[in-house]
């Protein structure tokens, strides 16, 4: 009787396992690395707006507070693009024939708004408040980057689900004073942890608990 | 997706049809119905497979749509951010939304100045808080593609001023002949001050007409008034007091704009305290109202169905 498998038949079949299991193991890998890529996740992208607004030079340069101009980051839901009216306080004043700032000038005499390309933006199936975060003391360079020397801006962190969970996991090293919320260059005078510690103490933040699904997720 | 048959001579004897063209076998209205679905005049008679086959598909790949990237979406903020607004925040406002010509008491939900929920004001003795679903419905009229955005003239956008010089035109030929040949179409509406410029209109010019455009309506309740007290009158029930209720085909706990104020009624006089007897209900009707219907024949004591136009009088065994 002939025999049915020839004498290379072990090494084909053991090739052909290793092969298929490279093949899913790469393929998972490339998945999930192509999910937290700077292409999906708009990290590499900065996008045209209307005006060419440079936060290095009004947050950073001129050293304007973020809530001069994101006044609802407090108090609400949303930290708020600023009316057309906030642009002019300063831009009736300098600048005013500047060509750059010829939107604006439209914007207020055809009380039309500003058409402006959101950057930060988290999907609707994410249920997020800028005002509990600033509340309890995590600073807007966590999130945002340093926005103070972004010439055009873009999204410095990759929002994925991953993002917010290392922090809900453990914010403790986030935690700043309610004085250095919107401080870009704040680094913890002594060991991060140890501060943190204090402010989530003083705050009552409930461990564990911001990990469950529905915090965000309603 | 249906295809309208073209018609089997053959079967003439018992022709079954949906429309005077397709009984005529009007070649014209075929092709109108070929070119308004020309996917269906491609279908072969095994297309159902392959259509299955096609959506099945789509089916199993719509979730690889939730794994594209986040879109770049516009921001627009305000020109002149109101006062004490904060984005996100909803603020309340009590309004009304008409129906059927009849203010409805609401509180709105509002984003940013957007109407986004109405409910029923509970400081408002009508409703109490209660909503029904025309209050509920309301909110989506404010976002329907089809809503006017402005004055139209045979079809095509125009200007107020136009309208405007149009009509200061169109008043010239009407006060020769008193407005012969004026026609004027409105809505139900309750607004003494429509009231008011209507009156005037008339006066000015006494041969115009003015006709009522209603969905439904209650003409049939002014008809009984009329007949009753010599002119048309607003019926409203005082459920609450009343301790037998005779209705002669009359759908009084239905909809209409008393519809949440009616079923309050009628669900505390239902409630009532012992010392005085439960609401009696006797309905005669000449369709049987169905059981999940809130209102008269399913609800009531004693029913008796008979022929429209020939009410019965109610049985009370």
């Given at each position: 009787?002939?025999?049915?498998?020839?004498?290379?038949?072990?090494?084909?079949?053991?090739?052909?396992?290793?092969?298929?299991?490279?093949?899913?193991?790469?393929?998972?890998?490339?998945?999930?690395?192509?999910?937290?890529?700077?292409?999906?996740?708009?990290?590499?992208?900065?996008?045209?707006?209307?005006?060419?607004?440079?936060?290095?030079?009004?947050?950073?340069e001129l050293g304007i507070d973020c809530r001069y101009c994101h006044s609802g980051v407090e108090a609400?839901?949303?930290?708020?693009?600023?009316?057309?009216?906030?642009?002019?306080?300063?831009?009736?004043?300098?600048?005013?024939?500047?060509?750059?700032?010829?939107?604006?000038?439209?914007?207020?005499?055809?009380?039309?708004?500003?058409?402006?390309?959101?950057?930060?933006?988290?999907?609707?199936?994410?249920?997020?408040?800028?005002?509990?975060?600033?509340?309890?003391?995590?600073?807007?360079?966590?999130?945002?980057?340093?926005?103070?020397?972004?010439?055009?801006?873009?999204?410095?962190?990759?929002?994925?689900?991953?993002?917010?969970?290392?922090?809900?996991?453990?914010?403790?090293?986030?935690?700043?004073?309610?004085?250095?919320?919107?401080?870009?260059?704040?680094?913890?005078?002594?060991?991060?942890?140890?501060?943190?510690?204090?402010?989530?103490?003083?705050?009552?933040?409930?461990?564990?608990?911001?990990?469950?699904?529905?915090?965000?997720?309603? | 997706?249906?295809?309208?048959?073209?018609?089997?001579?053959?079967?003439?004897?018992?022709?079954?049809?949906?429309?005077?063209?397709?009984?005529?076998?009007?070649?014209?209205?075929?092709?109108?119905?070929?070119?308004?679905?020309?996917?269906?005049?491609?279908?072969?008679?095994?297309?159902?497979?392959?259509?299955?086959?096609?959506?099945?598909?789509?089916?199993?790949?719509?979730?690889?749509?939730?794994?594209?990237k986040s879109p770049f979406v516009a921001a627009l903020p305000y020109v002149d951010q109101p006062e004490?607004?904060?984005?996100?925040?909803?603020?309340?406002?009590?309004?009304?939304?008409?129906?059927?010509?009849?203010?409805?008491?609401?509180?709105?939900?509002?984003?940013?100045?957007?109407?986004?929920?109405?409910?029923?004001?509970?400081?408002?003795?009508?409703?109490?808080?209660?909503?029904?679903?025309?209050?509920?419905?309301?909110?989506?009229?404010?976002?329907?593609?089809?809503?006017?955005?402005?004055?139209?003239?045979?079809?095509?956008?125009?200007?107020?001023?136009?309208?405007?010089?149009?009509?200061?035109?169109?008043?010239?030929?009407?006060?020769?002949?008193?407005?012969?040949?004026?026609?004027?179409?409105?809505?139900?509406?309750?607004?003494?001050?429509?009231?008011?410029?209507?009156?005037?209109?008339?006066?000015?010019?006494?041969?115009?007409?003015?006709?009522?455009?209603?969905?439904?309506?209650?003409?049939?309740?002014?008809?009984?008034?009329?007949?009753?007290?010599?002119?048309?009158?607003?019926?409203?029930?005082?459920?609450?007091?009343?301790?037998?209720?005779?209705?002669?085909?009359?759908?009084?706990?239905?909809?209409?704009?008393?519809?949440?104020?009616n079923a309050r009624d009628w669900a505390s006089s239902r409630r009532r305290s012992s010392e005085r007897?439960?609401?009696?209900?006797?309905?005669?009707?000449?369709?049987?109202?169905?059981?999940?219907?809130?209102?008269?024949?399913?609800?009531?004591?004693?029913?008796?169905?008979?022929?429209?136009?020939?009410?019965?009088?109610?049985?009370?065994?």
């Open positions: 009787m002939a025999q049915i498998f020839s004498p290379a038949a072990d090494t084909w079949m053991r090739l052909f396992l290793v092969g298929s299991l490279a093949i899913v193991a790469g393929g998972t890998v490339g998945v999930a690395g192509f999910a937290r890529s700077a292409y999906i996740t708009s990290t590499d992208f900065r996008p045209a707006q209307p005006v060419p607004f440079s936060h290095r030079h009004h947050a950073g609400g839901p949303q930290a708020g693009l600023p009316p057309t009216e906030t642009c002019m306080t300063c831009h009736s004043q300098i600048w005013t024939n500047a060509s750059m700032l010829e939107p604006v000038r439209q914007s207020l005499v055809q009380n039309q708004p500003i058409e402006w390309t959101r950057v930060a933006k988290l999907p609707d199936y994410v249920f997020f408040r800028h005002d509990i975060h600033i509340a309890k003391g995590v600073g807007c360079v966590s999130c945002h980057g340093r926005i103070d020397e972004m010439a055009l801006t873009y999204r410095a962190k990759a929002f994925t689900m991953d993002f917010c969970l290392d922090c809900h996991r453990d914010p403790t090293p986030n935690l700043r004073p309610k004085d250095h919320i919107t401080d870009m260059a704040w680094k913890p005078p002594g060991e991060a942890r140890k501060e943190g510690e204090a402010i989530a103490a003083h705050e009552g933040i409930r461990f564990g608990e911001l990990t469950h699904c529905y915090v965000c997720h309603r | 997706m249906t295809r309208h048959p073209h018609i089997d001579e053959q079967r003439s004897a018992l022709r079954l049809w949906a429309g005077i063209e397709e009984l005529s076998n009007d070649a014209a209205f075929q092709a109108w119905v070929d070119a308004e679905y020309p996917a269906a005049a491609e279908f072969g008679p095994t297309a159902r497979r392959q259509f299955l086959k096609l959506m099945g598909a789509s089916f199993a790949l719509a979730g690889l749509a939730g794994c594209e004490n607004e904060t984005i996100g925040v909803p603020r309340y406002y009590a309004t009304a939304v008409t129906f059927d010509g009849y203010a409805q008491p609401v509180i709105a939900t509002t984003y940013s100045g957007r109407p986004t929920k109405l409910d029923g004001n509970p400081d408002h003795p009508v409703t109490a808080g209660r909503s029904d679903v025309f209050m509920q419905a309301a909110v989506l009229g404010l976002y329907d593609p089809d809503r006017a955005q402005g004055p139209t003239r045979h079809g095509e956008p125009t200007t107020w001023m136009e309208v405007a010089a149009a009509i200061s035109t169109l008043r010239g030929d009407w006060g020769g002949d008193q407005g012969e040949g004026l026609r004027l179409l409105i809505g139900p509406t309750s607004s003494p001050t429509l009231q008011g410029q209507l009156d005037a209109l008339g006066k000015q010019f006494p041969k115009m007409r003015i006709h009522l455009h209603e969905a439904a309506g209650e003409a049939a309740r002014r008809a009984s008034t009329s007949a009753a007290y010599g002119q048309p009158l607003d019926l409203h029930y005082v459920l609450e007091q009343a301790d037998v209720v005779v209705s002669f085909d009359d759908d009084f706990l239905g909809p209409g704009p008393n519809q949440v104020r007897p439960r609401i009696h209900l006797h309905v005669a009707e000449s369709v049987p109202s169905a059981p999940r219907a809130r209102g008269r024949g399913s609800t009531a004591g004693r029913r008796r169905n008979g022929r429209s136009g020939s009410a019965l009088p109610p049985s009370r065994r």
